[in-house]
């Protein structure tokens, strides 16, 4: 008797890329069960419950990631899957270890360890790679993982193009990496060698390392520049509904940043291929960026916001982010240029927005409690801040409202110097046709100052009239829901931020030294505005301009 449906019987994992198949990285919005899940779930189920123990001539070192880890495998066209190496483990190949460490070697080194060619042979050197697994079944947790493009979107025009998509990799993976030699040596070698693998590692393993991906938790001689930072707001939700903090946010608001910075000193394709150059991308071929970034948690606490069926995911962490130089520069002053030029953006994107899902708005819970009362409402915004002693005084560019104008026009300059290194020159009147490049015709910031998080006027704003009607005397003025705040399925124009205020004091440990950080209970209030040709805007902006005489008003910083 025929079997019914025999195709329908074959594990996922062995079935073609086709439409009706398996489709792992087509994600189907309202479908039961994803196909990536399927094919994780018959994964896991047959993989052996444990590895065996590596060969006592085999030298082996544990390092943990601080969040996903991605190898493709390239086994399957169009999708990002794992290596499956012995007893169904996910495995970092050996040649890929090999790879990355002689790229750390120096010559005679890479001659000696890794093998060098004579006479046209090739002549193999003493050690053998044998990749890295997982130490323990963690690894089966939390596969699914979900890439959700938006750059055009949060930056270039209002069309949104293509919507999220899966691969498979593992989430802070502890991974076992193994070596040997055919030779023997003794202990000092060894540290020798495995100080080579931790230079190799630190710059990140397998795919996406720029984006935060296959990061080590230690960093070694590739820092360019680092802070720590603390926010909360939603996070990104898996398919299973829970959430997940995802380091590459950071990356994604850097990009961002610098497009709409360059944006605004050139043309369209000269800051595209800026951009591409420093965070890696495709413009007619693929670029590997100069940057990489890792963040490490050092606190995480998750949690979930609202009731029935508003319920949301969200995180409240504490962590260091870390970037990387991921490329040789021809010259110290490019190097020093680039850290200068990352540091500025990060700043930026501190003082004037967020990072991660509604990064563009205030968070809620802080600055505008009542929203929520009785009512299921979405959660809207997030909330960062600079975290220690160091980054509260290195950090910190903006200790008063005076300020804001002024550092703009540094970050801008800071980006101008990089052109010039890059052999390309500024030119402000061809800047690029974005709704959000930053250039004086296109962008106003105004600001003011609070004495507490209650004080916040423009969050009141976004959801209703800043000006009341006057019957025969003057009209409400609202932009809520206009093309300035956005809707559903729309980027508004203006971003909301309040920004700690934090002042520097004389320490009273040694009042004639280096002055301290101290926060305060303050806020800067900012405001950043890309006016389009609507009334909505217009008549904003004139109300604006007509209060700024007002005590404790917006004033126009930029």
């Known amino acids: 008797m025929p079997i019914p449906d025999p195709a329908k019987k074959v594990p996922m994992l062995f ?35 444990q590895l065996s123990e590596p060969s006592t001539n085999v030298q082996t070192r544990i390092f943990n990631l601080t969040w996903r880890f991605i190898t493709n495998s390239g086994q399957d066209d169009g999708v990002i899957r794992p290596v499956i190496g012995a007893l169904g483990w996910p495995l970092y190949p050996g040649s890929s270890m090999k790879g990355i460490f002689s790229r ?77 030699s055919n030779t023997p040596l003794d202990d000092s070698e060894w540290e020798i060698i495995w100080n080579i693998w931790e230079k190799a590692i630190s710059k990140g393993i397998g795919s996406r390392v720029c984006a935060g991906y296959g990061q080590p938790e230690k ?94 995911p969200t995180y409240d962490i504490e962590g260091e982010l870390t970037w990387l130089l991921m490329k040789k520069l021809p010259d110290p002053k490019h190097e020093e240029a680039l850290k200068k030029l990352i540091a500025a953006l990060t700043q930026f994107s501190m003082v004037l927005g967020g990072f991660g899902k509604s990064w563009r708005r205030a968070d809620h819970r802080l600055f505008y409690e009542e929203y929520y009362e009785n009512q299921h409402k979405s959660l809207i915004g997030c909330h960062w801040q600079w975290l220690g002693e160091r980054s509260l005084f290195n950090d910190v560019q903006v200790r008063k409202l005076e300020q804001v104008g002024g550092f703009i026009d540094k970050v801008r300059q800071i980006a101008q110097d990089w052109m010039v290194l890059q052999n390309i020159t500024p ?52 932009i809520y829901r206009s093309s300035l705040t956005g809707r559903m399925g729309q980027i508004g ?31 800067l209030e900012i405001l950043t505005i890309f006016p389009d040709n609507s009334n909505e805007s217009r008549q904003f902006l004139q109300y604006l301009d007509s209060q700024k005489k007002q005590q404790n008003s917006f004033q126009k910083l930029w």
């Not at 015709?441 to 009141?460: L, N």
């Open 15 to 49: 079935r073609a890329q086709i439409n009706g198949r398996c489709q792992i990285q087509r994600l189907v919005p309202g479908a039961n069960e994803q196909d990536a899940t399927r094919w994780t779930g018959e994964w896991v189920d047959k993989t052996y419950p």
């Open 104 to 180: 750390a070697c120096t010559k005679e080194q890479r001659d000696y360890y890794c093998g060098k060619s004579v006479d046209g042979d090739f002549k193999p050197g003493i050690l053998r790679f044998h990749g890295g697994y997982p130490t323990d079944t963690a690894w089966t947790e939390d596969l699914v993982d979900i890439v959700h493009p938006q750059q055009d979107w949060q930056v270039k025009s209002s069309d949104k193009g293509s919507g999220a998509f899966i691969q498979i990799s593992l989430h802070k993976p502890e991974l076992r990496f193994s070596i040997s």
């Open 219 to 312: 960093h070694t001689g590739n820092i360019l520049y680092y802070s720590r930072l603390k926010g909360q707001g939603q996070a990104a939700k898996l398919i299973d509904g829970t959430g997940e903090f995802r380091a590459n946010i950071f990356r994604a608001a850097m990009r961002g940043h610098a497009l709409r910075i360059f944006g605004g000193l050139t043309n369209e394709n000269t800051a595209d291929r800026i951009v591409n150059n420093l965070f890696g991308g495709i413009q007619g071929q693929a670029v590997i960026g100069l940057l990489g970034m890792s963040f490490q948690v050092f606190k995480d606490d998750p949690g979930t916001f609202g009731r029935g069926g508003y319920i949301q």
């Open 427 to 478: 030119n402000i009147t061809q800047k690029a046709p974005w709704r959000e490049a930053w250039h004086p015709d296109k962008v106003q910031v105004w600001g003011r100052e609070a004495e507490t998080s209650e004080e916040s006027k423009a969050i009141f704003w976004l959801h209703g009239a800043y000006q009341d009607e006057i019957r025969g005397i003057q009209p409400e003025g609202s």
């Open 493 to 523: 124009r203006i971003w909301h931020r309040m920004y700690p205020l934090v002042r520097l004091v004389k320490n009273p440990q040694n009042p004639n030294g280096k002055p301290i950080p101290k926060k305060t209970t303050k806020y």
